[in-house]
């Protein structure tokens, strides 16, 4: 089983829709996760970071995380055409310091 | 445009030769780090530098060889490279290690002939 697991989509909704994008992982000891945005051809964009459980917003995007059931979640409101890219969960280990762990990311098609 | 700045942006290179990436950023960050990303898989980290010395190498062959000359710049060069080595190449730094959100630069974009 990999430490953190996210569905690779394609998941396609339509302009405007709430998009709703989750990893689950198994080791207790990550504390610390971001999301990222990767647009092809181009480098992965952090797009929320946050250290404790709850809910985090900026913007159309709301980062949640539940440590209690090991799971996390991006929320994209108002979802544009724009937005059609890879989405990458990561997440750190207080142990291993710097060391991310990736989920495999999914990717998002927004359409008209 | 990204805070993580990378040249090239494509390389194309021959198996024998020798060739390298370079990376800078401006932000003040005392680390940084270097990622492999093979087509439709995360980022693999490869190297870590902390305040310009060396901290984590991923057991990454011989062939690749990191190095940071000051705090703003770190490179990797590239010698008798294989085929399955081409990948794009992800420079990223953090304000320091640990609980620091790492930045992205966009990438070289690696092919071995």
């Known amino acids: 089983q990999k430490e953190v697991e996210q569905d690779p989509g394609p998941l396609s909704v339509p302009e405007g829709a709430i998009v709703s994008l989750n990893c689950t992982y198994s080791?207790?000891?990550?504390?610390?996760f971001m999301w990222y945005r990767q647009y092809s051809r181009k480098g992965p964009e952090l797009l929320m970071y946050?250290?404790?459980?709850g809910n985090k917003e900026d913007g159309r995007f709301t980062a949640q995380v539940d440590k209690s059931s090991k799971y996390i979640s991006l929320f994209i409101r108002d979802s544009q055409p724009s937005d059609s890219a890879t989405y990458l969960c990561?997440?750190?280990?207080?142990?291993?310091?710097?060391?991310?762990?990736f989920g495999t990311g999914t990717r998002l098609q927004v359409t008209l | 445009d990204t805070e993580v700045t990378q040249t090239p942006k494509h390389l194309v290179m021959g198996m024998t030769n020798k060739k390298s990436l370079k990376c800078e950023q401006h932000?003040?960050?005392?680390?940084m780090y270097w990622y492999k990303q093979k087509a439709k898989k995360p980022p693999e980290l490869m190297f870590v530098?902390?305040?310009?010395?060396?901290?984590i190498n991923e057991s990454v062959p011989s062939r690749f060889s990191p190095e940071c000359p000051n705090s703003s710049l770190l490179n990797l060069h590239l010698h008798a490279l294989q085929p399955e080595d081409s990948a794009l190449y992800l420079c990223?730094?953090?304000?320091?290690?640990?609980?620091?959100?790492?930045?992205f630069g966009d990438g070289t974009r690696l092919s071995i002939l």
């Open positions: 990561a997440m750190e280990n207080t142990g291993t310091a710097s060391k991310l762990t």
């Open positions: 932000m003040g960050h005392r680390a």
């Open positions: 946050t250290y404790s459980s």
């Open positions: 080791n207790s000891a990550f504390q610390y």
């Open positions: 530098y902390s305040y310009e010395k060396l901290s």
């Open positions: 990223a730094s953090s304000q320091r290690l640990s609980n620091q959100p790492q930045h």
